[in-house]
């Protein structure tokens, strides 16, 4: 029996179509058509899955929420097997055992009524799990080499997509500042004799959400749909509190998606990106310096407790911040919202304590 409001046809079509504007542009015709087949296939097939179930007893957001999740992984995961070195007549093999376990582990955190943030969290987790095992065991049968083998363990797209939105930020940030340099100069050039220049902000600087702001709101909510509860606390708190509140209720939205094209999604996050305002200066002193602080306050077997769950570079930036040295595989934006991460965790800890 159909779930009302839910045609996994049409979201199929829909997820489909993004995922041919999203795959890397380096990639040939028989690669882009194995990602987007893949993606298409594994919602067609959860899709018809829950839809199917009676015993389920799903709403048409849980339906969403299921179906979704699946294409996304299906998406980065099947990336990572073009990048990995495995010949591609053993991706389909391991898809379909990630494909499987997303479902059962969606399915289950439903009907345990597990939060949605959590439910992200545990899926990342097994995911990365499972993935790893079925290298592992392609290794293990003689199909792949020991040097393949760790190589496709090192691929993680879904990593490299945040990477690289760090590093466009990092490189915008800097041309504004550069902007904003040559402009304050000219104003001085243009300044009459003996009137001083006004110091302070830029006049006429837009906010950022000026414009459609309501659309490039429901844009942003559309990113931090896909991230856990604390790390959307992470980039709200670079909003006005009103603008940051409109985000949270849009993050909270059901099936958000279907009210936003993705190619005016992605074009509005665009001009946010070079219209925020410029913080100050990030160094990696000053990261180090930060995180120097909170192991004054904090034992460094806490600190490691709050990233445990946590990808390998995590660790790694955390180790050589003990040691007083700055991780360089680390992009300064991504440190600087580790540095909070792991700020708001203790702090957490420290409430739970003392309640």
Not at 22 to 36: C, E, G, I, S, T
């Amino acid at each position: 029996m159909a779930i009302e409001g839910f045609d996994y046809k049409e979201f199929a079509k829909m997820m489909s179509s993004q995922a041919g504007e999203l795959v890397p542009a380096n990639f040939n015709k028989m690669q882009k058509d194995y990602v987007v087949k893949t993606l298409t296939n594994f919602t067609l097939l959860a899709g018809e899955a829950v839809s199917n179930d009676e015993s389920l007893h799903f709403n048409a957001d849980q339906a969403v929420f299921v179906t979704q999740i699946i294409a996304e992984w299906s998406f980065h995961k099947s990336i990572d097997l073009v990048h990995s070195g495995i010949m591609p007549e053993h991706w389909d093999g391991v898809m379909q055992k990630i494909a499987f376990t997303i479902f059962e582990i969606a399915k289950q955190a439903i009907q345990k009524n597990i939060p949605q943030d959590k439910t992200l969290q545990l899926i990342e987790h097994h995911v990365d799990k499972t993935y790893k095992e079925a290298i592992a065991d392609l290794e293990k049968r003689g199909i792949i080499s020991s040097e393949i083998s760790e190589q496709a363990a090192r691929q993680s797209n879904i990593d490299d997509m945040a990477r690289q939105v760090q590093e466009q930020e990092e490189e915008l940030a800097r041309q504004q500042a550069a902007a904003q340099q040559q402009q304050q100069a000219q104003q001085a050039q243009q300044q009459p004799q003996g009137q001083p220049v006004q110091q302070g902000a830029p006049q006429n600087v837009p906010s950022p959400v000026s414009g459609n702001r309501d659309l490039k709101i429901k844009s942003i909510a559309m990113v931090l749909k896909l991230l856990d509860q604390r790390r959307v606390n992470a980039v709200l708190k670079q909003f006005p509190p009103e603008e940051a509140e409109a985000i949270q209720r849009y993050v909270k939205t059901p099936r958000l998606e279907e009210q936003v094209d993705i190619n005016t999604a992605l074009s509005c996050l665009e001009d946010l990106k070079k219209i925020m305002p410029k913080k100050k200066k990030l160094s990696q002193d000053n990261v180090v310096h930060e995180m120097d602080k909170v192991f004054n306050k904090h034992d460094m077997e806490e600190v490691e407790q709050t990233v445990k769950s946590e990808r390998p570079f995590v660790k790694r930036f955390v180790s050589q911040s003990y040691e007083g040295d700055y991780y360089q595989g680390m992009p300064l934006q991504v440190a600087k919202i580790l540095v909070n991460y792991v700020k708001d965790n203790l702090k957490d800890d420290e409430n739970n304590g003392q309640g």
